[in-house]
């Protein structure tokens, strides 16, 4: 069960590139979502989606954005990244009856 | 909204001592509460969770009380080992709102 699968784990990007962050899982879960962990500020949610065809904004969305095709994938992109989007971003999907969130490996963004 | 506040690290301890990470969260209604944990280099996992008021959970030696009287659900283990070292994150679910502590840094030494 491969569960939450994040790519890439590694990338560096000069300022205004433009990249996207992979997401899949596997265990039919409809609420996904996007963080970002940067040191002393714990999680914060960039957008989520609660099914496929839906999104939304969470804490911190400029400068992302995302789609929901499928249940399985939700992608993150970067449409023109800056050196304030450095972080480790992390994506995680919500088991609904439980309220565990089940998160990816992360994925450690320089932007130079 | 809802909020959580977890007491800052980061936390030194020898090995066997006993460990508390403070947490108080703010929230309408009945939420859930959640301590996932983080070793280094991985993402985070669920470490244990608690559905409603006074239930504890438990998980390798881990235990937290959901106290709503006190809005409280900090984390205890009685004798902590090296491989306890990792970030521990405090955070409540509350119809599909989630919300994080800001995470505590634990190193065990041995």
């Known amino acids: 069960n491969a569960g939450v699968t994040q790519t890439p784990k590694f990338q560096v990007l000069k300022t205004g590139q433009s990249m996207t962050l992979q997401c899949a899982q596997d265990m039919n879960h409809e609420y996904m979502s996007w963080y970002r962990q940067d040191p002393g500020m714990g999680l914060r949610l960039i957008h989520y989606?609660?099914?496929?065809?839906?999104?939304d904004q969470g804490e911190v969305p400029n400068g992302y954005n995302v789609s929901r095709s499928t249940t399985e994938d939700f992608p993150l992109r970067l449409l023109s990244a800056a050196p304030s989007q450095t972080s480790v971003y992390f994506c995680?999907?919500?088991?609904?009856?439980?309220?565990?969130?089940?998160f990816g490996e992360g994925s450690r963004l320089t932007v130079l | 909204g809802d909020s959580v506040t977890q007491m800052e690290g980061p936390v030194t301890l020898s090995e066997e001592a006993f460990l508390t990470i403070n947490c108080t969260y703010t929230a309408t209604g009945y939420p859930s509460l959640f301590w996932y944990v983080q070793y280094p280099g991985e993402g985070l996992q669920l470490l244990l969770k608690a559905t409603k008021a006074d239930d504890k959970g438990s998980n390798k030696g881990f235990e937290a009380t959901y106290r709503k009287e006190t809005t409280s659900f900090h984390l205890e283990k009685g004798s902590v080992q090296v491989s306890d070292s990792a970030v521990y994150f405090c955070a409540l679910h509350n119809d599909y709102k989630l919300s994080f502590g800001a995470g505590t840094t634990v190193t065990v030494r041995a």
């Open positions: 995680a999907s919500l088991a609904g009856v439980t309220g565990e969130l089940f």
């Open positions: 989606s609660v099914g496929a065809g839906i999104t």
